[in-house]
């Protein structure tokens, strides 16, 4: 199906991308326009499935949910965590991992504890209590950095209380639907202070898939650029690193500095803009939701679906059609276009190292 035949609207580059990141060497890394325009080319004739969570949060209230949302993202990030084991285990008898069973098992708490989801309750959080709710029976704590993100949960709430605000639906008012006063009166919680906006950018896109909140200028609505889109964008070549040593960096797992960090969650998210743009779907939530899915499941930091995808694959069911390839064979949905693909001369770059709760 095309995803051609919608409202034109600003070229990205005009709206989103600094010039200077597209059309200069100089920088330590930039967006590669020739592999964006292939990626589009690929997309722009296939099928790409809505944004959308595996839960709709059925009988939560317009409050509650906004609520649940500000919650959990606030506290996502690094939950497959590199030398550490990942945050999975079941919930309600279903496996879960990572961004999943964050979402699950606290859906699975709130429905008991609807306190759960109130400013009042978030200003008092312990790191204990913030462990306790995600531990899994069998498998223990695997939350990890527990004290940081209790804090950033109590910022939430002592801020919201220090405003008056009893639910997003505050926030969301006051900023009368608009994305750039949403994101600027967010980033009063330290949880969503990142100048890339990765959280801010994940509640507003989650918030508008529940079909509660609608944005007036939604055209400034970003992707929400996580360490999988960083490793993948990576590997298939959107993004080109041209500083030697920030390459050794990718390369050997070494830590990056604060302004390479953000210099290279930037370009991916500029990267996301273009092809947006270039396919007309001109909704990098919806492409971030493919390019998650598929970097998380077909292209892991030590494991790649190249030459085909494992009987174990997890690539959500939704997303299959796009790696089933015209030989019928079943791989990452990439394979032919990504610069790293197994087999080649190409060394594989692994996602950056820096320690923030920004993502």
């Not at 939604?218 to 040593?245: A, C, F, I, K, M």
């Not at 990267?271 to 743009?277: C, D």
Request: some cysteine; overall charge neutral; charged content about 25%.
């Amino acid at each position: 199906m095309s995803n051609s035949g919608q409202m034109s609207k600003p070229s990205v580059r005009d709206v989103f991308v600094d010039p200077d990141r597209v059309s200069t060497a100089r920088e330590p890394i930039e967006i590669n326009t020739r592999v964006c325009q292939r990626i589009a080319s690929l997309l722009r004739s296939r099928f790409i499935p809505v944004d959308r969570e595996d839960s709709d949060l059925s009988g939560f209230s317009r409050e509650q949910v906004g609520n649940f949302y500000l919650f959990l993202v606030s506290i996502c990030h690094q939950t497959s965590p590199h030398g550490k084991p990942a945050l999975e285990g079941l919930v309600e008898g279903v496996y879960k991992r990572g961004w999943d069973y964050l979402s699950a098992k606290l859906e699975a708490t709130a429905r008991s504890s609807p306190e759960l989801l109130t400013p009042i309750r978030w200003s008092g959080v312990t790191d204990t209590e913030l462990s306790c709710l995600f531990r899994d029976p069998q498998l223990g704590d695997r939350l990890t950095d527990p004290t940081n993100r209790a804090g950033l949960v109590r910022n939430l709430g002592q801020v919201m209380l220090s405003k008056r605000w009893r639910s997003a639906e505050d926030i969301y008012r006051l900023s009368e639907g608009r994305v750039v006063d949403l994101t600027n009166l967010s980033a009063q919680f330290k949880a969503y202070r990142d100048p890339v906006k990765k959280k801010s950018y994940f509640f507003l896109s989650l918030m508008r898939n529940t079909g509660l909140w609608h944005y007036v200028d939604e055209d400034h609505l970003g992707p929400p650029v996580d360490y999988h889109e960083v490793r993948g964008h990576l590997r298939l070549g959107t993004v080109t690193v041209n500083d030697e040593s920030l390459r050794q960096k990718l390369f050997k797992n070494l830590p990056v500095t604060s302004d390479e960090d953000i210099a290279i969650r930037q370009s991916v998210h500029d990267a996301i803009m273009l092809i947006s743009e270039l396919t007309e779907l001109r909704n990098p939530s919806q492409l971030h939701y493919l390019f998650w899915n598929v970097f998380r499941s077909c292209c892991s930091r030590d494991s790649q679906h190249c030459q085909g995808c494992p009987p174990d694959c997890t690539l959500p069911e939704r997303y299959v059609h796009l790696a089933i390839h015209p030989d019928g064979q079943r791989r990452c949905p990439f394979s032919e276009i990504c610069a790293s693909t197994c087999g080649t001369a190409h060394q594989k770059y692994y996602e950056h190292v820096f320690e923030t709760d920004y993502y």
